[in-house]
Structure formats: structure tokens, C-alpha cells
């Protein structure tokens, strides 16, 4: 007798949207007036009793996935801003403007052939030997940081950490040279 007592007792429980909402079935209310008009007839109570038990369930259900999907948009969003923060945005340039110039037969594999963007060049010319080796490594030629890391005779993760020094770097001298040029 779980819902009966329920309307019995409080009878603002029927503004409850859950409540509304399963009331909203033609089937419930006629068990529910059945269940009023025959109070000693447990099978339409107990009937009645185990559709709300099992609409409240997928409800329950509902809400908890609904729960799920915006935390996992949440935390993805997070995980798109600090990729974002950590690698290098073609955002910061212009649209126009082309930064590396692909063909399709290299002669001269090198940055200076390569960049058209003066600030991302100088900003490039600022960075030690390794590490515009490093960055021509993974970014011309498409070694993997194993690769690169067996050539200098050093670990992966020690090749990712300078690939990645550079690039900030590059990001804020590009950044500065672009405000110095835009004020």
C-alpha cells in the first residue's frame, strides 16, 4: 500500500511531477479508482504498487544517466581545454596566411624552407639545436618520440617533454611578436 499511503497522507504529493507524470497513464488512475472504490482487493493495490516501483526505477534510472552524460561533457571539455593549452593553436595566426608550405618533392627538409610566417620563424630560429631537431623529427620526417629517443640515445618520455617545452615556447614568442605588432 506504499502509493495509497502516500496520496492518504500527504496530498500535495500529487503536484510531484514523478507523481503527475505516472498518474499521466490512463491504466494507473484506473488502477488507482479501482484500488479507492475496492480497499480489501490487494492484487490492484500490489499491481499498482509495482508499476510506480518500476516506473520510479527508470526514472531513477534516467536521472542518473542524464547525470553520467553531463559529467563525462564535463570532464571532456576539461580534457579539450588543457589539449589545447598544452599544444600548439593554428588559432593564434591568420587564416590567410599559409605556415607550412607542402610539397610534394622535400629538397630542402628544413624549417626555413618550409615556414612562410615570419613570426613563427624567428620564434623557431630562438629554439636550441635538439630541440628544432626534435620538432623537424615529429613534424616533417613523422618519427614517434621512440624514434627520436633511440637516435638522441635518451628515453621517449624525455623527447616529449622537450617536444612539448618547445612548442610553448613557440606559442609565446608568436603570441608576443603578434601583440607587439598588433598595438
Known amino acids: 500500500m506504499m502509493i495509497l499511503n502516500l496520496i492518504k497522507n500527504q496530498l500535495n504529493i500529487l503536484e510531484n511531477p514523478v507523481i503527475q507524470n505516472f498518474f499521466s497513464y490512463d491504466e494507473n488512475i484506473q488502477l488507482l479508482n479501482h484500488s479507492k472504490k475496492h480497499p480489501n482487493d490487494t492484487s490492484s493495490i500490489s499491481l499498482l504498487n509495482k508499476r510506480f516501483h518500476t516506473y520510479f526505477t527508470n526514472v531513477k534510472r534516467i536521472n542518473y544517466l542524464a547525470s553520467l552524460i553531463r559529467g563525462t561533457s564535463i570532464d571532456y571539455d576539461k580534457k579539450m581545454r588543457n589539449y589545447s593549452s598544452r599544444y600548439i593553436s593554428t588559432d593564434i595566426f591568420n587564416e590567410e596566411e599559409c605556415l607550412i608550405v607542402y ?43 621512440l624514434e627520436i629517443a633511440d637516435y638522441y640515445n635518451t628515453t621517449p618520455q624525455n623527447v616529449s617533454q622537450i617536444r612539448k617545452k618547445a612548442i610553448k615556447k613557440l606559442q609565446n614568442d608568436v603570441r608576443k611578436s603578434d601583440n607587439i605588432y598588433v598595438s
Open 103 to 145: 610539397d610534394d618533392s622535400f629538397q630542402n627538409d628544413n624549417f626555413d624552407s618550409l615556414i612562410t610566417n615570419k613570426h613563427l620563424l624567428m620564434a623557431i630560429k630562438s629554439l636550441t639545436p635538439k630541440q628544432i631537431n626534435i620538432l623537424e623529427m615529429f613534424f616533417i620526417h613523422s618519427k614517434n618520440n
